[in-house]
C-alpha cells in the first residue's frame, strides 16, 4: 500500500516501523493498536491534528496498526513519518518512489530535530530505498552531497518534496 518507511534504531540494531491504516466512514472511532509507546500515539494524534488544520477531510473511522509485536516502538521522530503515512492515505497518494521518513512534528505543522540519524540513514542505505526525508536542523549530520537526502522544516514543504520526488526521472 505504501512506500514509505519509518525507522526504529537502537544501539544495537535498526529497523523499519510498518504501519496499516484502515478506513470505514460509517463508524465513528480512532482506533490504534500495535505494541507502542506513548509518544507514538501522541505521534498519530498530533498529525491528525495537523491535517484537520489543514483542512484534509479525516475519515470518521481510523484504524491505525503498527505491526511486529516482537519490539515496542517508541519515540516522536515517528511523528513526520506517520504524517506522511496518514497524509498519502487520506489523499488516495499512490507513491512510486521509495521514502525513508524521520522527524518530529508539532501541532503547527513544524519540523523538529531528532537523535540517531545517522543509524536512521545508514539504516536507509542498508535498504536501498529512493529517498531520506529529515529535518531541517539535522542536515548538517548527513552528507550533504548525497542528492537522496531532502531536508524539511515544516509539513507544507514535507508534501512539496515528495511531490516533487514523484516527478523525477530516477
Known amino acids: 500500500m505504501n512506500n514509505i518507511f519509518i525507522p526504529s534504531v537502537s544501539a544495537t540494531d535498526g529497523k523499519t516501523i510498518e504501519v496499516q491504516i484502515l478506513k470505514d466512514n460509517n463508524s465513528d472511532n480512532l482506533i490504534i493498536t500495535g505494541l507502542i509507546d506513548e509518544e507514538i500515539e501522541e505521534s498519530v494524534y498530533l498529525s ?46 499512490e507513491l512510486k518512489k521509495t521514502y525513508m521518513v524521520t522527524g518530529e512534528i508539532d501541532l503547527f505543522g513544524n519540523v523538529y530535530s531528532i537523535g540517531g540519524v545517522k543509524q536512521k540513514y545508514s539504516l536507509f542505505k542498508n535498504l536501498d530505498l529512493d529517498y531520506f526525508i529529515v529535518p531541517y536542523g539535522n542536515i548538517s549530520d548527513l552528507n550533504k552531497t548525497d542528492v537522496s537526502i531532502k531536508s524539511v522544516s515544516n509539513l507544507n ?7 516533487e520526488c514523484e516527478n523525477e526521472i530516477k
Do not use: C, Q, T, W
Request: charged content about 15%; cysteine-free; overall charge positive.
Open 48 to 93: 491528525l491534528s495537523n491535517l484537520k488544520r489543514l483542512g484534509f477531510g479525516i475519515p470518521k473511522f481510523l484504524h491505525i496498526h503498527f505491526k511486529d509485536y516482537n519490539y515496542r516502538k517508541a519515540g516522536i521522530s515517528a511523528s513526520l513519518g506517520i504524517y506522511l503515512l496518514l497524509f498519502s492515505f487520506i489523499n488516495n497518494m
Open 157 to 163: 514543504k514535507l508534501i512539496n518534496i515528495v511531490e
